[in-house]
C-alpha cells in the first residue's frame, strides 16, 4: 500500500501527536481525513485528543492520575512516558500562577516572548521564573 492514505496512517498529527491509524476512535473515516482536519485547525487537535482518551478509556487514569497507565496506553511504555506526564501534571500548580494579562514592555528574564494580539509592544512572559 502507498501513496497519501498510507502515509497518513503512518504518521502522527497535531500538538497530541495521534497516530493516523487511530482515525476511527476520533471519528473520522480516514487517515486523511484526520491529517486534513489537523491540519485546518488547531481546535481539531484538543477535540481529537478528548476523542482519543475517551476511546482509549484513558479520562479515569487522568482522574486517578494513574500515569503510567496512561503513558503505556497513550504512547507505548508507561515506564518511561508515565513520570514524564507526571512531571508535566505536577506544573499545572505553577502555570496556573501565570498571569492571565500579558505584561506590557520588555520581559526581565529575557527569554523568548510570544506575541499578544499581533501588537509588538504587548508581550506575555514566557519563563519558568515567571511562575515562581
Known amino acids: 500500500m502507498g501513496g497519501t492514505e498510507a502515509a497518513c496512517l503512518s504518521s502522527s498529527w497535531g500538538g497530541p501527536q495521534i497516530m493516523g491509524f487511530n482515525h ?3 471519528g473520522y473515516s480516514s ?11 488547531e ?4 477535540l481529537g485528543f478528548a476523542d482519543f482518551c475517551r476511546d482509549k478509556k ?4 487522568m482522574q ?4 503510567t497507565n496512561f ?3 497513550y504512547n507505548g ?12 501534571y505536577d506544573l499545572k500548580s505553577k502555570l496556573l500562577k501565570l498571569p492571565r494579562v500579558p505584561t506590557i514592555g520588555p520581559t526581565t528574564s529575557g527569554l523568548s516572548t510570544a506575541l499578544f494580539l499581533s501588537d509588538p509592544k504587548i508581550e506575555v512572559e514566557t519563563s519558568l ?4
Do not use: C, M
Open 77 to 88: 511504555d508507561g515506564a518511561v512516558y508515565g513520570p514524564k506526564i507526571k512531571a508535566a
Open 58 to 61: 484513558l479520562i479515569n487514569d
Open 24 to 26: 476511527a476512535a476520533l
Open 129 to 132: 521564573d515567571a511562575i515562581e
Open 43 to 46: 481546535r481539531w487537535h484538543v
Open 64 to 67: 486517578t492520575q494513574d500515569w
Open 71 to 73: 503513558g503505556k496506553i
Open 31 to 41: 487517515a486523511t481525513e484526520l491529517a486534513n482536519a489537523f491540519s485546518a485547525d
